[in-house]
């Protein structure tokens, strides 16, 4: 089993045990080591049982538990909570406000075993006649069960790209052709999948009903000829406004998409690009920008490490960060209101300075930052007091509690943060949760503009459940001279190569290299912070 698959087993067992009313210390455990292992991406593959305890936050008895998981493919504790649950209650623990305390409580006094019957009930209002549950909590379940429906069938970037790369090289090598290619929104990288489509040169019909599919993503196979291949996959591609946006296309056997778009008397415009919003007036002048590659990024920004939730040391990080070829790492474990991911209090800040110090010797002239992620505080302050605050490099300032104030409040929440001449980044703006949680509500505008006011950088988180900044607006902070930020807040070693995601997500954008604020090299991030913190 998948690290992944792992945690889940682990969340689903402790959601089921605390559903059942059992053991709270027992539960808070196993509760624990799921959500630090869904943190991360730590291969558990071939541990012994000894390897196993000697993980962090994991101990004997969760140990013990992955090796049967492991071994044989289950949990026995979690089979017998499964057996004496019904389908319909379990799967009202995906439902985002009520914990397992409150979906016990609907389904034995009021006899609820499904999300079908809690909407209905919602509708009904009989959840204000519980203890606990209110109108508001009742209107909050509904629209998280309508936002749940939604988003069935949906899938994230990230989540289907390996399965669909090998089905094209799985056609290509069947099928003895080249002319294989993924299209539509895989092809323009879009953060949320419903369909993987393909293009194949092919006479004969393809079957997407024999390919082994797993994941239960919808597969659209679309076949053509090898001389209509170019035009079939710029078609299909595009999203109707784009093709719409292109002055009398129709189909030309073409031996490559730029051949195509010259026709036309356009610039190329990368796939990723082809949404049918402001693409093609800027092709017809010549002035889409040389798109950001991964390739740009000269350090990973906003990271987590064993000081707070990550999964490996300071040092395991930073030599990984360095092996990968970047120049330097900001280390940005969580400020001390964030108790639930062990925040540094200022003592431990000190520790951690003390050994970004001793590592930066050995390392030159590769650099560790000493960052952190200050919690935004209901008021909009920041975490820490000001002599605290002036001891790092930087400070990424991001929202984790309280996301349910509106638009008005959040948005000014947000302002009073970037006016704080300590922020440097403001973290995933929204704070999103692609699929799973709607963003909080932000006047998107009066927050870019203020960073642009105050020399605040955004952040893209590229997290492939965050992804936030959300690409669209990515322009405007560009029109505004509000530079980017990409990063990974990778709370282990792995989750650098996130970089990929939001490069991808960026590049929708149209975010260039010298937008980005982590494609500045050593010499230009540390002058860029020393400048920044002449307070």
């Known amino acids: 089993m998948s690290t992944e698959e792992i945690a889940h087993a682990l969340k689903l ?17 196993i509760a624990n080591a799921a959500y630090k292992l869904d943190k991360t991406d730590i291969d558990l593959q071939g541990k012994s049982l000894e390897e196993l305890e000697k993980i962090e936050g994991i101990g004997k008895g969760i140990a013990a ?14 089979t017998e909570m499964v057996a004496k649950t019904p389908l319909g209650v379990i799967e009202m623990l995906r439902i985002k406000g009520i914990g397992p305390k409150k979906v016990g409580q609907l389904w034995r006094e009021l006899e609820i075993e499904s999300i079908g019957e809690l909407l209905y009930a919602c509708n009904e209002n009989r959840l204000i006649t519980l203890k606990g549950f209110g109108e508001k909590t009742q209107e909050a379940v509904k629209k998280q069960i309508e936002f749940f429906k939604s ?48 293009v194949i040169a092919y006479s004969g019909f393809v079957s997407a009903e024999e390919i082994e599919n797993k994941l239960g993503v919808e597969i659209k196979i679309i076949t053509c000829t090898s001389e209509g291949f170019y035009s079939m996959l710029f078609k299909t591609t595009a999203t109707t406004e784009h093709l719409e ?19 036309y008397n356009l610039q190329y415009i990368e796939p990723e690009l082809r949404e049918g919003l402001n693409e093609v007036a800027l092709a017809k002048e010549n002035k889409i920008p040389k798109l950001i590659e991964l390739s740009d990024l000269k350090g990973i920004l906003h990271n987590h490490s064993t000081y707070s939730d990550g999964m490996n040391s300071l ?53 560790i930052f000493k960052g952190i992620e200050s919690d935004i505080l209901n008021d909009g302050s920041l975490d820490y007091t000001e002599d605290v605050l002036k001891s790092f490099d930087f400070i990424v300032a991001s929202v984790h509690s ?7 409040k959040a948005t000014a929440r947000l302002l009073k943060a970037i006016e704080n001449p300590y922020t440097t980044i403001l973290g995933h703006p929204t704070g999103r949760l692609l699929l799973s949680r709607p963003g909080y509500p932000i ?13 605040v950088v955004i952040e893209l988180n590229a997290h492939p459940y965050r992804l936030d900044i959300d690409w669209r607006w990515i322009e405007y902070c560009l029109e505004k001279g509000v530079k980017i930020s990409i990063n990974p807040d990778a709370h282990e070693k792995s989750g650098y190569h996130d970089m990929y995601y939001g490069t ?20 230009e991030m540390e002058s860029y912070f020393k400048k920044r913190n002449a307070h």
Do not use: W
């Open 443 to 455: 006047d998107h505008k009066k927050i870019i503009d203020a960073c642009a006011a105050n020399g």
């Open 402 to 408: 309280n996301l349910k104030m509106t638009e008005e």
């Open 245 to 263: 946006k292109i002055p009398n296309f129709k189909s030309q056997l073409l031996t490559s998409e730029e051949a195509i778009y010259k026709v």
């Open 65 to 78: 538990k992955i090796n049967e998981l492991q071994s044989t493919g289950n949990l026995k504790e979690l």
């Open 315 to 367: 040092k395991d990080m930073a030599e990984y960060c360095k092996e990968l070829g970047y120049e330097y790492l900001g280390i940005c474990d969580h400020s001390q209101s964030a108790f639930y991911a062990q925040g540094l209090k200022p003592d431990r800040v000190i520790d951690q300075h003390e050994e970004i110090e001793i590592l930066n010797e050995k390392l030159a002239p590769f650099k």
């Open 504 to 523: 991808c997500v960026a590049r929708k954008g149209m975010l260039t290299k010298e937008m980005c604020f982590n494609a500045f090299s050593l010499t």
């Open 151 to 198: 988003n069935i069938g949906k899938f994230h970037y990230a989540s289907v790209e390996k399965f669909a790369m090998d089905l094209v090289r799985l056609l290509k090598k069947k099928y003895k052709t080249e002319f294989v290619s993924l299209t539509g929104a895989m092809r323009r990288k879009c953060d949320i999948i419903e369909v993987v489509e393909i």
């Open 13 to 29: 067992t402790a959601q089921l045990m605390e559903l059942h009313e059992e053991n709270p210390f027992k539960i808070k455990s």
